[in-house]
């Protein structure tokens, strides 16, 4: 049973390019959780999905980045023109439905913008 | 409200026993508890919903204050494989005990020989 499921593990990106970040939950899970995460310091919400439905973008900077869980295929986050201040790691999780469910991780991406 | 972690770091003799609290000055809707090691994804500990609760398992557990502003969690006869930053993650009532977690700054514990 395969836990949950991001790719890739490092990227490096110029500024101005696009990244694209991917998660695929664990089964029998169908609510994502796209968390940020900066040295030294916690993990940051950005944006909670169920498949097809965006839920909570409240932690999601209004510009250059969006997320997607559609009905076929893993949760994508996308980050459009990055900049240097996008370099951090970024996890993913998943839950069942259920809020008594503590979250399962991915190992997350570690963006880093050069 | 970002929960407030404390103490800031320690450090354990294996076999010891150690004690991180979580806090908050308004009542928490839930706590979740999550250790990561260096480069790893966070694993999920337990998750507290009610006051008062006390929950673990093997010889990690955690306690929910009455008043729900306090979670502490309690590593006893610590081993080396407990070493790592341990977060608290607060839930908020208008979404739901687990839909967006706001997470302390972590604790980073050190088990030694």
């Known amino acids: 049973n395969a836990g949950v499921m991001q790719n890739p593990r490092h990227l490096v990106r110029r500024r101005g390019q696009e990244a694209r970040l991917r998660c695929s939950p664990m089964k029998g899970h169908s609510h994502v959780y796209w968390y940020r995460q900066l040295p030294e310091e916690g993990l940051k919400f950005m944006v909670y999905?169920?498949?097809?439905?965006?839920?909570?973008e409240s932690g999601m900077p209004k510009e250059r980045f969006s997320a997607e869980f559609p009905k076929e295929g893993p949760s994508i986050l996308r980050i459009q023109q990055v900049v240097r201040g996008d370099s951090a790691a970024y996890f993913c999780?998943?839950?069942?439905?259920?809020?008594?469910?503590?979250?399962?991780f991915g190992s997350g991406t570690r963006l880093t913008v050069v | 409200q970002q929960p407030v972690q404390s103490p800031q770091a320690v450090i354990l003799r294996e076999g010891e026993d150690a004690v991180i609290n979580c806090s908050s000055s308004?009542?928490?809707?839930?706590v979740h508890w999550y250790r990561q090691k260096h480069g790893e994804a966070p694993i999920f500990l337990m998750i507290l919903l009610k006051g008062g609760e006390q929950k673990g398992h093997d010889k990690i557990s955690a306690s929910f204050n009455e008043k729900k502003q306090q979670s502490s969690l309690y590593l006893t006869a610590s081993q080396l494989s407990y070493s790592g930053t341990y977060f608290c993650?607060?839930?908020?009532?208008?979404?739901?005990?687990?839909?967006?977690?706001?997470f302390g700054k972590g604790i980073t514990l050190s088990v030694r020989p």
């Open positions: 999905l169920q498949k097809e439905n965006i839920i909570d």
């Open positions: 993650g607060t839930g908020d009532p208008s979404t739901g005990a687990n839909s967006k977690l706001t």
């Open positions: 999780a998943s839950s069942p439905f259920s809020e008594y469910y503590g979250y399962t």
């Open positions: 308004k009542a928490l809707y839930s």
